[in-house]
């Protein structure tokens, strides 16, 4: 499985992608919004930092803004790949700009029968928001598993990006239905490496090899 991180913050993508596991990034104009500089330039140095995929959403809400935005976010970056909601209008404009060879991102996905839509137009990733399904009763890993069930049937070539993480039984759950991706908040990625035994662990062994010291 490969681990995105879910920032626009330059800083955090550093200290995460120095432990040699973020394989890419995603961004959203919310997150981009809290950075405060011009959103381009952002984009243009996580490109420069992970070498990965980079997703840069559109703000336009209509088909033609759309292709306008997505095609300017293209020339960004090789990395880059345009992130449009599941609407109608984002549907068309993921099939356009696919069939044009840019790799789209369909984000805002909440049911198996969006998921298929997208897919068939050609989207690169699908975004799947498990958190927020879960704060309304509904089963976000059980969408997962829908998901990878119907691409399994069709062959279909559309990566599962799971979003919305919430924590590390998420990312877990992910990994053993075969989504392809996790897209994370620094916190929960950095919550991977957490475990009570680990530090009681490593403290008695230091404290042995102190006192072995002194001997």
């Known amino acids: ?20 596991i973020v394989d890419g990034v995603t961004t959203n104009p919310s997150l981009m919004a809290k950075e405060k500089q011009d959103p381009r330039a952002i984009l243009k140095e996580i ?13 336009a809400t209509d088909l ?3 292709l ?6 293209r020339e960004i970056s090789e990395h880059i790949v345009v992130k449009v909601p599941f609407t109608p209008a984002g549907v068309q404009a ?5 069939d044009e060879g840019t790799r789209v991102n369909v984000t805002l996905v909440f049911s198996a029968a969006q998921a298929l839509i997208a897919a068939k137009v050609g989207a690169y990733f699908v975004s799947p928001f498990v958190g927020r399904l879960d704060d309304i009763g509904h ?12 691409y399994d049937n069709y062959e279909f070539t559309t990566q599962v990006l799971v979003a919305s993480t ?24 950095e919550a991977l490496f957490k475990h009570p035994l680990t530090d009681i662990g490593l403290e008695r062994f230091l404290k042995d090899w102190e006192k072995a010291q002194q001997k």
């Open 1 to 20: 499985m490969k681990f995105f991180v879910d920032t626009g913050n330059i800083a955090d993508i550093k200290r995460l992608h120095a432990l040699g």
């Open 139 to 150: 089963d976000g890993m059980g969408l997962i598993e829908d998901i990878v069930e119907i």
């Open 166 to 189: 919430r924590g590390p039984l998420h990312i877990i759950e992910a990994a053993k239905l075969g989504a392809d991706i996790c897209t994370c908040p620094p916190a929960v990625i």
């Open 64 to 66: 033609e803004g759309m």
């Open 47 to 59: 490109c420069d930092i992970v070498q990965g995929p980079v997703s840069g959403e559109v703000v």
């Open 68 to 73: 306008r935005e997505g095609r300017e976010l």
């Open 94 to 98: 993921c099939k356009t700009l696919s």
